[in-house]
């Protein structure tokens, strides 16, 4: 564990490196900050899932910001992916405090998705397509009340170990077809409602059992770093090709895979 002081600007710096990396994919990096809270920042559970859920709170509206400036909502993906994922975060929470369910299956059923999804995204290059009618077509391929049930099922994950979800949501959009450039701000759109509700609701939950709320300094010097790194991420996403975009997601859903495979077998 760190000493008072620096735990605050190691988390800063940790987030603003994996917020910049990640932004341009659609995911918050909270993911990959949840091991980093218990293992060097020392965040005791449970209060680390809220704090992880008040880190996307405080940095996503710095990307979404920069995106909203490029032009880019994420629109009626947006709107689909939050109907889902805020009824499902409140539940999450709620079971997170009140039956603490083991995270042995999940990890490794987060594993057994992300990590050919992310070897598959890595190795290929997608489809070459100009035609303007392009982003209307994943929608087909995954319909909108699959896309509903999904975001909730996420948003459930999201409430009981402090993710965003963008980390599961964002691999599987890019790789049913959707361009990044539409991905990106509607997963960390859904990203910023999830967490926002989650922490209200362990925030009051905490009124009645304990130190379940999150730790505000760490949580919010995570969210500073992540807010700065998130517009640069932001800010260089669509200078980026589509087929380096999908390899980043590859790595980084492969990266937290492996994460969730080593917890999952501890």
């Known amino acids: ?3 008072a002081g620096w735990t605050e600007a190691v988390a800063l710096a940790a987030a603003f490196i994996i917020s910049a990396i990640a932004t341009p994919a659609g995911i918050s990096g909270a993911v990959l900050l949840l091991p980093f809270q218990v293992s060097v920042l020392g965040t005791p559970s449970p209060a680390v899932t809220p704090t992880n859920l008040l880190y996307n709170v405080v940095s996503t509206p710095g990307a979404l910001y920069r995106y909203q400036r490029q032009h880019q909502t994420g629109g009626r993906l947006a709107l689909i992916l939050i109907s889902g994922t805020l009824p499902g975060v409140i539940a999450g929470s709620v079971i997170r405090v009140e039956l603490v369910p083991g995270p042995r299956v999940f990890d490794l059923m987060v594993t057994a998705l992300l990590l050919p999804l992310g070897i598959w995204l890595a190795a290929t290059r997608p489809a070459r397509n100009h035609d303007p009618n392009q982003s209307v077509r994943p ?3 995954i319909p909108a009340l699959v896309l509903i049930g999904l975001a909730t099922v996420t948003g459930c994950v999201g409430g009981i170990y402090g993710i965003g979800g963008g980390a599961i949501l964002s691999p599987i959009l890019i790789g049913s077809g959707r361009p990044a450039a539409e991905v990106a701000p509607a997963a960390l ?3 910023f409602v999830t967490s926002l509700g989650g922490v ?12 379940v709320a999150p730790n505000w300094p760490t949580g919010i010097a995570l969210g500073i ?5 998130g517009y640069l991420g932001a800010r260089m996403q669509h200078r980026l090709p589509d087929a380096l975009i999908r390899r980043i997601v590859g790595v980084l859903a492969v990266a ?11």
């Open 1 to 3: 564990m760190l000493g």
């Open 139 to 141: 929608a087909r391929h």
């Open 189 to 191: 759109a859904s990203t």
């Open 200 to 211: 209200l609701t362990f925030t009051l939950l905490s009124i009645s059992h304990g130190p």
């Open 225 to 229: 770093g992540g807010i700065a790194g």
């Open 256 to 266: 937290i895979a492996a994460q969730f495979l080593r917890s999952g077998l501890n």
